[in-house]
């Protein structure tokens, strides 16, 4: 069974860091994407960021760029979100997810299939 875990959120307060972890498992995502979404109470899922399999190619959301960094380690299965500088506007549930196909570096929520339950990140002014 497919499984995406996160980890790593909490309270912090406004200028502060987090770094959230995607762990995936009951399959090999070899050659497979990953996205960081997340949702605010009352507001749709939003697209964060996402990296290829090979790292090369990463790209943000605007809201986040410069704050946010992500990285991965394959041979961890494991994907991580490095979040800086965060403010009140940060705060929701973080989701990873991977798409359905691999070689593909989607930035459109319809196109990933597996989700992981998220995590909470609150951040106080």
């Known amino acids: 069974q497919v499984q995406l875990v996160e980890s790593g959120g909490g309270l912090v307060q406004a200028g502060e860091s987090l770094r959230l972890a995607c762990a995936t498992s009951g399959r090999t995502f070899i050659g497979y994407s990953v996205g960081w979404f997340r949702q605010a109470p009352g507001k749709e899922r939003e697209f964060v960021g996402t990296i290829n399999w090979r790292a090369d190619s990463i790209y943000y959301a605007e809201s986040v760029k410069g704050r946010f960094t992500i990285s991965r380690d394959n041979a961890k299965n494991t994907v991580y979100l490095q979040m800086n500088s965060l403010k009140p506007e940060d705060t929701a549930v973080h989701h990873c997810?991977?798409?359905?196909?691999?070689?593909?570096?989607?930035?459109?929520?319809?196109?990933?299939?597996?989700w992981g339950q998220g995590t909470q990140v609150t951040v106080s002014s």
């Open positions: 997810a991977v798409p359905s196909n691999p070689w593909v570096f989607p930035m459109s929520r319809s196109a990933y299939v597996y």
